[in-house]
C-alpha cells in the first residue's frame, strides 16, 4: 500500500516497465499483505508461465520457502558488476560507476553521482544534489527523475514542509495530481505542521521479548501514549500504521477532516494521517511520529499454515521503516529479542555497505559468480520470493510446483508455478541457501531492478541485523 509519486515520467526509460506512479511507495504492510497473498501470488505466477504451466504435470509444494544458513559451500566469488547495455539500466540496478566506463552526458554523470550519494548514506546532500537536478538540467528524463528521488528523500527524512512546498514538475497532469488523494503532495499537506520528530535514546541497549505474528512477523511491545500493545516491525512499511480501534483507544487524532487514500495493487484503500504524540520502544522514546490510520476491519491476516486456519488475527499497528531506519536493530530468533540501540556512524565505503535505501530499503547479495543481486527487504512479507530477473543472471534452473495453501487474508488459496530448488547467495561474507523459492513478478514495480524480496522468514535461523544509517544488513548466529 503506497501513496502516489508525481508525474508518470519515467515510462519511457529504456528497461523501466513500471507504472512511474508507483515508484518509491509508502506502503502500508497489510494491505500489501493482501496484495502479495491474495492476488500477486496467483494472478503474478500465471503471467510469468502462461500456457506453459500446463505443459508438465506440477510437483506438489508442502512448505513455504526455507532459508538457512549455508555452511557447506565454499566461499563465492568476489563481486563484479554486472553489464548494463544503458545509462538507465545501469542506474536501475544500482550500479553508479557506469558512468566511469561508458559515455554519458553531463546530466547523467551528475545524476549517478546523486545515487551514488544516496547509496553512501548521506541523505542530505543527495537532496542538494537532486533539488539541483530537477531545477537546471537540460535532459528533461533526468530533472523528472531528480524529482522523483528528491521528493522521496524527504519523506525519508519525515521533512514534511520542504516536500509541501516544492513544485511538482511542469506537466498537464500537475492540477490533478495535486488534487489526488493517493499523491504525496496531499500527505505532505496533512503532515507539514506536525512538530519536527524526535527520538532519544538510553545508554544501553533495549531487550524487548520478541513476538511472531501469524504472518510471521517479528513483533515487539510498543507503548502510544502511555498504553501497551503489540505492533508489528515491518521494514516494508515506510510509514507507520495504527489500526483506527487503537487509534481511538490511545487518543491518535487524524490530522485533518477529509480522509485520503493509499493505492494498492487491489485498489484504493482509505487511511487518514496522524501524528503519535508519544511512541516509546523499551526504553528507545519518539515524540511526534508520524502515521497513517487504517480501519482496524483491514488490519488482520490469515495463517498460511498447511493445517487448518484459525481465524483472522488482528494487526494493532506497525511501526514502519520510517522508525526502523532510526535504529541499530538485532532480531534475535533464537534467543526470541529484539535489541534496540543508537546507531554510530562509521566511516565505510560504498563497497563496504550492502544495505541501501532507495525509495525502498534494499538488500545487496552475491550470486556463485559474482554477479550483485538486489532483494527488496520487507519483514512484513510472509515469504521470500524470486523475480523472473534472477533467472537468466544467477542460471538457476527451476521446476512447476503447486502449493496447496497459501495464507491470505481472504483465506487459503492454491498457487500453480515455478520454483528454484536450490539457490546459493553470499550475504555480507556469509552463505545463505534458499530452497523451494516461489518465481514470480509483483503487479507493482518499482525504481529499482529488483531480483526478488526478502520476508519475514529470511533471518528465522539466527539474528538479523539491521542498520541503515551504515548500510548494514547480516544474517548470523
Not at 231 to 244: C, R
Not at 290 to 307: G, H, K, N, P, Y
Not at 424 to 438: C, D, E, M, P, V
Not at 457 to 475: E, L, P
Request: proline share 5%.
Amino acid at each position: 500500500m503506497h501513496l502516489l509519486y508525481v508525474d508518470e515520467i519515467l515510462t519511457d526509460l529504456p528497461g523501466c516497465e513500471c507504472d512511474i506512479k508507483n515508484i518509491f511507495p509508502a506502503k502500508l504492510a497489510i494491505l500489501k499483505t493482501i496484495a502479495l497473498q491474495r492476488t500477486r501470488l496467483i494472478i503474478a505466477a500465471f503471467a510469468v508461465l502462461g500456457n506453459a504451466s500446463c505443459a508438465s504435470k506440477p510437483v506438489e509444494v508442502t512448505t513455504g520457502a526455507i532459508v538457512s544458513l549455508d555452511t557447506t559451500t565454499a566461499r563465492v566469488a568476489s563481486p563484479r558488476s554486472a553489464p548494463a547495455k544503458t545509462f538507465w539500466a545501469a542506474m536501475t540496478s544500482l550500479d553508479p560507476d557506469y558512468v566511469h566506463t561508458h559515455s554519458v552526458s553531463i546530466d547523467e554523470r551528475q545524476f549517478a553521482n546523486a545515487l551514488r550519494t544516496i547509496m553512501a548514506g548521506d541523505i542530505d546532500e543527495a537532496e542538494l544534489l537532486l533539488d539541483s537536478l530537477g531545477r537546471h538540467a537540460t535532459d528533461s528524463l533526468i530533472r523528472s527523475a531528480s524529482h522523483i528521488l528528491l521528493t522521496a528523500t524527504l519523506q525519508y527524512q519525515n521533512k514534511w514542509k520542504q516536500l509541501a512546498e516544492i513544485a511538482p514538475p511542469r506537466s498537464p497532469r500537475s492540477d490533478s495530481i495535486r488534487d489526488d488523494r493517493a499523491g504525496v503532495e496531499r500527505w505532505a499537506d496533512a503532515f507539514r505542521n506536525v512538530p519536527t520528530r524526535e527520538i532519544s535514546f538510553p545508554s544501553n541497549v533495549v531487550t524487548l521479548p520478541l513476538s511472531v505474528s501469524a504472518a510471521g512477523t517479528p513483533a515487539i511491545q510498543v507503548i502510544i501514549n502511555g498504553k501497551p500493545k503489540v505492533f508489528w516491525l515491518d521494514t516494508g512499511s515506510s510509514m507507520s500504521i495504527v489500526a483506527s480501534d487503537v487509534a481511538e483507544e490511545f487518543g491518535v487524532a487524524p490530522l485533518v477532516a477529509d480522509t485520503l487514500e493509499v493505492a494498492t495493487t487491489t485498489g484504493r484503500v482509505p487511511a487518514r494521517p496522524a501524528a503519535i504524540r508519544s511512541l516509546e520502544l523499551g526504553g528507545v522514546s519518539i515524540q511526534n511520529a508520524t502515521a497513517m490510520i487504517v480501519s482496524s476491519a483491514l488490519m488482520q491476516i490469515r495463517s498460511a499454515a498447511m493445517d487448518e486456519p484459525g481465524p483472522p488475527v488482528k494487526i494493532n499497528g506497525i511501526v514502519g521503516f520510517d522508525i526502523i531506519s532510526q535504529l541499530d536493530i538485532q532480531v534475535d530468533y533464537v534467543k526470541g529479542v529484539v535489541r534496540l540501540s543508537q546507531p554510530q556512524k562509521s566511516p565505510t565505503s560504498l563497497a563496504q555497505r550492502n544495505f541501501f535505501w532507495v525509495g525502498t530499503p534494499i538488500v545487496r547479495l552475491i550470486s556463485r559468480g559474482g554477479l550483485p543481486l538486489h532483494f527488496g527487504l520487507d519483514t512484513g512479507a510472509q515469504e521470500t520470493y524470486a523475480m523472473e530477473r534472477l533467472l537468466n543472471k544467477a542460471q538457476v534452473r527451476t521446476f512447476l510446483g503447486e502449493r496447496k495453501r497459501i495464507g491470505g487474508f481472504a483465506g487459503l488459496k492454491e498457487f500453480r508455478g515455478r520454483f528454484i530448488p536450490d539457490l546459493r547467495l553470499s550475504l555480507a561474507g556469509t552463505n545463505l541457501i534458499f530452497q523451494k523459492l516461489l518465481v514470480f513478478t509483483p503487479a507493482v514495480s518499482s525504481f529499482i531492478a529488483l531480483d526478488g524480496v526478502l520476508g519475514s522468514d529470511a533471518g528465522k535461523t539466527g539474528v538479523m541485523r539491521i542498520d541503515a544509517m551504515n548500510g548494514v544488513f547480516s544474517i548470523g548466529r
